[in-house]
């Protein structure tokens, strides 16, 4: 089982950053893929932004250039810088892991608990 800790969310002004941590433990196989989603009230979780282990990425739509994913694979943890926010971008903000378990491509996918990213005008 897989542990998903978030941190980093909070309330800034347009045109602030922020930074999510999301670290990853507990008995993990092998981690192939981490990322970001987010919820806003009334509206589907989206694609934030996803990194596998090849550093391969990628963002959901509008997204890339002002938020960057990265991870740290020794820690098991990855990082969303996010720019320029917009108060669209209010939302919660969920970790997601997938932990591979077999070498026909099944896997896990877990799920952080969420983190409220609020954007003021």
């Known amino acids: 089982q897989v542990q998903l800790v978030e941190s980093g969310g909070g309330s800034v002004q347009a045109g602030g950053s922020l930074r999510l941590s999301c670290a990853a433990s507990?008995?993990?196989?092998?981690?192939?893929?981490m990322g970001w989603y987010r919820q806003a009230p009334e509206k589907q979780r989206e694609l934030v932004a996803r990194?596998?282990?090849?550093?391969?990425?990628r963002y959901g739509t509008s997204l890339k250039g002002r938020f960057t994913i990265s991870k740290d694979s020794a820690k098991n943890t990855v990082y969303l810088r996010m720019n320029s926010l917009k108060p669209e971008d209010t939302a919660v903000y969920y970790c997601?892991?997938?932990?591979?378990?077999?070498?026909?491509?099944?896997?896990?996918?877990?799920w952080g608990q969420g983190t409220q990213v609020t954007v003021s005008s």
């Open positions: 997601n892991a997938e932990e591979a378990y077999s070498s026909g491509g099944d896997y896990n996918s877990y």
């Open positions: 990194i596998n282990s090849a550093d391969s990425t």
């Open positions: 507990g008995r993990i196989f092998r981690i192939r893929a």
